[in-house]
């Protein structure tokens, strides 16, 4: 059974930065691309980062481009996500999930971004 | 950047009704487009995939359909487990874009 458990939510202050981890089990991790998407309070869906399998490439939206840094370890099957100059638009809940097309997802866990 | 225009953003129907949700592409996506249902407190739950290509376990009454830039998600006969959230997601390009979503409700 796939299964990608997040951690590493929670209340941040505006300018400060947080680094979330997505456990994944189930399947071969370093075979698939890697994402994370978040979904705001209001419940839009947004693609947040994506990493390829092996890690060398990497992309990110403008909205959160030289902020986020996605990255992984293959050994540890684990995905991250580094966010910095954090807003208080990224406050979301945010899950990772596989391949470029995201077919399983995590729950998710939760970042307030709020003073 | 594609926006994904989805509709209707909310709808209520009966048990055993058929409904209809359409995304909407700003260019050919060329079939490259998922569908997703999300119920409360729950991530996206994988639908359907290339547009028209069932995810394992989803019943046969979602159906998918569309090409170019106009594609639509199909229930039939409603079960009361259907009444959820729904989101297309292209995947043709980067950034991703989802829909906005629909609410699906029981009348």
């Known amino acids: 059974e796939v299964m990608l458990v997040e951690s590493g939510g929670g209340l941040v202050k505006p300018g400060g930065s947080l680094k979330l981890s997505c456990a994944a089990s189930?399947?071969?991790?370093?075979?698939?691309?890697m994402s994370w998407v978040r979904q705001t309070p209001e419940k839009r869906l947004e693609w947040v980062a994506t990493?390829?399998?092996?890690?060398?490439?990497?992309y990110y939206p403008d909205s959160v481009k030289g902020r986020f840094t996605i990255s992984r370890d293959n050994a540890k099957n684990t995905l991250y996500l580094q966010m910095s100059s954090l807003r208080s638009e990224d406050t979301a809940m945010y899950y990772c999930?596989?391949?470029?097309?995201?077919?399983?997802w995590g729950q998710g866990t939760t970042l307030t971004v709020s003073s | 950047e594609i926006q994904m225009t989805q509709s209707p953003s909310s709808m209520s129907a009966s048990l055993g009704d058929r409904i209809t949700i359409t995304c909407q592409a700003t260019?050919?996506?060329?079939?490259?487009l998922n569908w997703y249902q999300q119920k409360p407190g729950k991530p996206p739950s994988f639908l359907i995939y290339y547009a028209t290509e069932l995810a394992e376990g989803v019943p046969s009454r979602f159906s998918g359909s569309g090409s170019g830039s106009d594609y639509s998600l199909t229930i039939s006969n409603l079960e009361s487990e259907d009444f959820a959230d729904y989101y297309c997601?292209?995947?043709?390009?980067?950034?991703?874009?989802f829909g906005g979503g629909t609410k699906l409700e029981i009348k």
């Open positions: 990493i390829s399998s092996g890690g060398s490439y990497t």
């Open positions: 999930a596989r391949h470029l097309t995201a077919d399983y």
């Open positions: 189930g399947f071969t991790f370093s075979s698939y691309a």
């Open positions: 997601l292209q995947f043709y390009e980067f950034p991703r874009t």
């Open positions: 260019q050919d996506i060329v079939k490259n």
